[in-house]
């Protein structure tokens, strides 16, 4: 059987983050997260509205939990390819790495959304992705900061670039997306100097990260067991 998360089957998946989100973030380092976890519902929502509908079609007898897994091998391993890849780039590379781990792993979110029946394209999505990247620890901080950086983005259009060096964006921008892909990943950046060991500890460190994010994902997506009332004796 194909591969039903296989974008090959989906011409229009984004892979990488979009150009223009890479300026946003460069721009408005502080609010990184919160600009890609907009753009990620606004892009991927509805790549995993669409990949859920067809792999239901396409395999009726499937659980929501295998549908779960299905997304959760392919991105993992894409996360780690992503790892291997560019680890002997240098610190440009370490960031752009973040990035795309970032946005792989927000795909990952709204694909378990998608196959536990919750829409991956409501405005709700975009903050779950922060609290379960733990970019912030409540929801309603993560409500806060998405409408800040919404609209910092309207003025953004308006008033032009951000006035910070392009250096100290750049390293702002690598270690908010490192925090966003997991603790372990900000290690990893450090580590980019460290010739030959870069390689295996981004490796590593992008597949856990990304393992912990699922298990965290399915957790909050997988619906409640229903307690079986007390037997009567």
């Known amino acids: 059987m194909p591969d039903p998360t296989d974008e090959d089957a989906d011409p229009e998946a984004v892979a990488t983050p ?34 859920a509908a067809r792999v239901r ?6 659980s ?23 680890g002997a780039i240098g610190l440009p590379g370490a960031v752009v790495d973040m990035g795309v781990l970032a946005w792989t792993q927000a795909r990952l979110v709204l694909h378990i959304a998608a196959a536990y029946d919750h ?22 901080t993560a409500r806060l900061a998405l409408g800040v950086a919404a609209g910092r983005e309207r003025a953004s259009v308006l008033l032009g670039q951000s006035a910070t060096p392009l250096r100290q964006a750049v390293l702002r921008l690598g270690f908010k997306l490192a925090r966003m892909a997991g603790v372990r990943a900000v290690k990893r950046l450090a580590a980019k100097v460290v010739p030959g060991a870069a390689i295996l500890l981004g490796t590593w460190a992008n597949s856990s990260a990304t393992k912990d994010l699922a ?19």
């Open 215 to 233: 298990a965290r994902s399915v957790e909050l997506y997988r619906p409640r067991a229903i307690a079986s009332p007390p037997s009567t004796p």
């Open 64 to 86: 929501a939990d295998e549908m779960a897994q299905l997304a959760i091998r392919k991105f993992v391993n894409r996360a780690r390819l992503s790892g291997a890849i560019s």
């Open 18 to 51: 979009p150009l223009g989100l890479w300026e946003r973030m460069k721009t408005d380092p502080q609010y990184a997260p919160e600009h890609l976890a907009l753009e990620a519902v606004r892009r991927l929502g509805p790549e995993a509205r669409d990949w």
């Open 119 to 140: 829409d991956p394209e409501h405005p709700d999505r975009a903050i779950d992705l922060l609290v379960l990247q733990r970019v912030h620890k409540i929801a309603q």
């Open 57 to 62: 079609a396409g395999n009726p007898e499937l």
